[in-house]
């Protein structure tokens, strides 16, 4: 009796696996296969292609059959840009040096390349870390940090001293993003000092004048305020 149970299993284990390799009139094969988007994908529409062949019962050959696939593709690129000083609230003289930090995040999905930055007033600015990998790729979720200083001279003084940074990115499909970020810094403006036209340090506006002598705070009435053209007496 066991010896007969054991033909029964092995031939219908026979049948099962004879019955997989036959396509019966009527019968559908689903098959299922997983594809990982790369980077070098997202540019355009994926277009997948699949082709399936067979043999017929007298060996001759069937198909081939042939059908596709079309997926959008879709990707977030966006960086975020800020600029800080190390002056900020501050009142700078001459000779006084303006440090200035520079952040840049990645926060989109997809990698930033050719990263470069620029400052109308700061003709060295220098990448501090950031790059976690060392591949010189702004990763998603990464945040780089640059730095540069400006060191204060006279003519910047009894006025803000603005200046902006841009920031150009590319992505993977070569489009460029671009950021801009400025800072103001707030100079000091002491006696004897010329300011331009329209400014001075008691706010009194009429023209080019300096303060002669006195202090900001005692020069209200404008009797002690010379044009910059007179000079001092």
Request: glycine fraction near 6%; hydrophobic fraction near 35%.
């Amino acid at each position: 009796m066991k010896i007969f149970i054991f033909f029964i299993m092995l031939a219908a284990l026979v049948w099962t696996a004879d019955s997989q390799d036959r396509l019966a009139p009527g019968e559908t094969w689903t098959y299922t296969r997983n594809y990982t988007v790369q980077e070098t994908d997202i540019c355009q529409a994926i277009q997948n292609n699949v082709t399936v062949n067979a043999i017929d019962p007298c060996s001759r050959k069937v198909g081939p059959a042939v059908d596709n696939e079309t997926v959008n593709v879709t990707y977030r690129a966006d960086i975020r840009f800020d600029k800080v000083s190390n002056k900020s609230g501050e009142l700078v003289d001459a000779g006084d040096i303006i440090g200035y930090t520079y952040y840049v995040e990645n926060t989109g999905d997809v990698n930033l390349t050719i990263i470069s930055l620029a400052d109308d007033m700061i003709f060295d600015v220098q990448y501090i870390s950031g790059d976690e990998n060392i591949d010189g790729v702004l990763n998603p979720g990464e945040m780089w940090s640059f730095a540069g200083a400006y060191k204060v001279v006279e003519d910047d003084l009894c006025r803000s001293i603005t200046n902006e940074a841009e920031l150009k990115a590319r992505d993977p499909c070569n489009n460029q993003l671009e950021r801009t970020d400025e800072e103001v810094v707030e100079t000091l403006c002491g006696e004897n000092i010329c300011c331009q036209d329209g400014y001075n340090q008691d706010e009194i506006i009429s023209g080019d004048q300096f303060a002669s002598g006195v202090g900001n705070a005692d020069a209200k009435n404008n009797l002690d305020i010379k044009t910059c053209q007179e000079g001092i007496d």
